[in-house]
């Protein structure tokens, strides 16, 4: 499958209809993804990108139907993750000579990645590589989200390619933004925001307003995974640009786990409390042993406040609240609140547990936090749904 973008621009990666894990299984693709390449035609050839490395020869093949490869004079690799140079090796045992165009750390990950000695040549902020009657002008974006990372943009056809940003992890036969569903498109979106770009949100903000100081016409904005935006690309930048300034909705979200069910009454015990207290607030609740993480981070993501809750064990918290805690540190949320509860037997850590995972991960503690002895009576489950009133008015 190819299909052309403008004329002389075509797009070449690949669909990945079966896809459902990512990044070592650490991102969910419930709606698969594509590996988005591209191929220039002008007085001189360039490609930007190739494919994941399982598809390589697939790629090979379906570019060579397109194009001898002898006549690609430039190969432009924006990001060394595999799951866009992954086909490199393959294209270059045909091309061996031709240039790649990356960063100076592009360099030292490709040559990382692959051991091998390719003609690389170094790019920087502002450097043009001329192909005729147009140029791509290079753009490095430093940690967003590698420390190699670099955009490209297209003169006379003003189109910027744009690498991981404004993308998003989703398989479609559209494959332009308003060809999709847009209720899809827009979660997948902001999953892909919350999960992978929130710890660099300041970056974000900072390279938006540097590529929006060239002035430069933009008529459409070529991912690297999922869709191609060609109708108004700038309303994924504005999304970009709410989502990257402590963005929350108005929303509570409330994670935990349970061991004999406990647990789980203080959760909907404190959400009817939320409810009663604040009508106006959209609660939701997740088991964090049942539901997708990345989905609850996007959850979170939404969240004006969190409620964080797990039973005591071993005088600290279930493995799930444990791996979340520490998920929601490395993400590096910004103007969120959150408060711990827990059922306990004989020694009840947990809430003390959370509260310190809560802190370490930037949320700002309201309450003191509500701890039940074994399976909440009616005189604790009472005690539940006036905390959450309480914490309503703290949010």
Known sequence: MTFEIKKNITWVGKVDWELRTFHGNEYSTHRGSSYNSYLIRDEKVALIDT??????????????????????DYVIANHAEIDHSGALPELMSRIPDVPIYCTAN?????????????????????????LGSKELVFVE????????SMMCYLTGDNILFSNDAFGQ??????????AVDQDELFAECMKYYANILTPFSPLVIKKI?????????????????????????????????????????????IVYDTMWSGTRV????IAAGLKEARPDLTIKLYNASMTDKNDIVTEVFRSKAIGI??????????????????????????NKKAFAFGAYGWSGESVRAIQEGAKAAGFEL??????????????????????????????
């Open 309 to 334: 809750g797990s039973p005591t064990i071993n005088q600290g918290v279930l493995s799930s609240i444990a791996s979340f805690l520490d998920e929601i540190r490395g993400l590096k949320f910004r």
């Open 266 to 269: 203080m959760a909907e015990s």
């Open 366 to 395: 309201i309450g003191d936090g509500i701890r039940a002895l074994w399976n909440p009576d009616d005189q604790a489950v009472a005690a539940c749904i006036e905390f959450g009133k309480k914490m309503a008015g703290s949010i």
């Open 106 to 130: 592009g360099v030292k990950s490709l040559k990382g990645h692959y051991h091998k000695e390719w003609n690389f040549r170094a790019v920087k902020t502002g450097d043009k590589l001329s």
């Open 209 to 253: 307003n540097e590529v929006l100081s060239f002035k430069l016409p933009l008529d459409m904005i070529c991912t690297s995974h999922g869709v191609v935006w060609r109708n108004n690309p700038a309303q994924i930048v504005e999304k970009y640009m709410s989502w990257a300034d402590a963005y929350q909705e108005n929303q509570v979200t």
């Open 141 to 148: 974006a430093t940690m967003l989200h590698w420390p190699d």
């Open 51 to 72: 494919v994941w490395a399982p598809f390589a020869k697939e790629f090979v093949a379906n570019l060579e139907s397109l194009i001898d490869l002898k006549k690609i």
């Open 169 to 178: 992890h989703y398989a479609s036969s559209g494959m332009f933004n308003d």
